[in-house]
């Protein structure tokens, strides 16, 4: 029941974190801007539920490593959206799962099972097919920024699994980190129209800061592979809301690479729930 309401509370956060590519895209500031924002108000409603829900703070390792992927994944997943498709990016850093099952093998010790193996091969190529159209499009360096993104957010969703580890307040100085790293950034912008400034705040409320705090509750009981699955609603509505206000779209061969990514791993996702299933019922007898 636990699992269940943290993979409920993981898909919420993934709806309001596909809010992202399209409120990057509308506003006219610098990657690191928006971060910077964003990052401060998420600071600012995360440590207010800190406080409403007594957590103490304790920093450790753990906690700062957590911080650290954090920070790499928000900054990296911001600047990819500047530099190419939302579609590409949030598709590429869908790739995730694929880094969870190999940290969680090479740090962690669990062995991959036969289906991990083939999902992470026919993943891979349907990167391959991003970068193969990255270089023709001029997309690769965002590309590589959005497959950065991907691994760093594989981490994010392992932060519950290192020692030591918080994930309320890894994320609380990771969005930290980011508005000190984007306010030289910030200090170069000259247009601070209200609109602008009302897309920056709701961005910070509902896109980072309320989604986190869904996300830091939900994966505290959720279980790293099948949390980063349920986040799959996200590459679904992030590249249909830029398509339909800004016009947005992808490519063939970056849709056939997103087609391979998207498909593959939700047919893990099945095949492993059913697997799972089928483990607790022979449990039972």
Same mark, same amino acid.
């Given at each position: ?145 959005? *497959?950065? #993104? &991907? +691994? ?9 699994? @290192?020692?030591? %580890?918080?994930? $309320? ?59 980063? *699955?349920? #986040? &799959? +609603? ?9 398509? @339909?206000?800004? %016009?947005?779209? $992808? ?35």
């Amino acid at each position: 029941m636990e699992q269940r309401k943290g993979l409920v509370l993981i898909f919420v956060a993934s709806v309001l974190f596909s809010l992202g590519g399209l409120l990057i895209k509308v506003i006219p500031w610098q990657a690191l801007t928006i971060n910077s924002w964003r990052c401060g108000i998420s600071v600012c409603m995360l440590l207010l539920f800190a406080k409403l829900t007594h957590h103490e703070l304790k920093l450790t390792p753990g906690v700062w490593a957590g911080a650290a992927a954090m920070c790499l994944t928000v900054s990296s997943y911001a600047l990819a959206n500047k530099l190419t498709t939302a579609a590409n990016t949030i598709l590429i850093q869908f790739t995730c799962p694929v880094f969870v099952i190999l940290f969680l093998w090479a740090f962690f010790h669990e062995k991959p099972k036969k289906l991990d193996i083939i999902t992470c091969l026919v993943v891979f190529g349907g990167i391959a097919c991003f970068f193969l159209d990255g270089l023709s499009a001029g997309n690769l360096l965002g590309n590589f920024v959005a *497959l950065i #993104s &991907g +691994i760093g957010y594989a981490w994010v969703f392992l932060m519950n699994k @290192i020692p030591g %580890g918080d994930p $309320l307040y890894s994320t609380i100085l990771g969005h930290a980190m980011c508005v000190l790293i984007g306010l030289p950034s910030v200090a170069k912008e000259t247009e601070y129209s209200g609109q602008i400034v009302l897309c920056a705040i709701l961005m910070g409320i509902f896109q980072l800061g309320l989604a986190y705090i869904c996300f830091t509750t939900g994966i505290r009981t959720a279980p790293p592979v099948s949390a980063s *699955l349920v #986040s &799959g +609603i996200e590459p679904i509505l992030n590249p249909v809301l830029v398509a @339909i206000v800004v %016009g947005e779209s $992808l490519s063939g061969l970056a849709l056939l690479g997103g087609a391979i990514v998207f498909i593959s791993i939700m047919v893990y996702n099945v095949l492993t729930s059913k697997f799972e299933n089928t483990k607790k019922e022979h449990a039972k007898i």
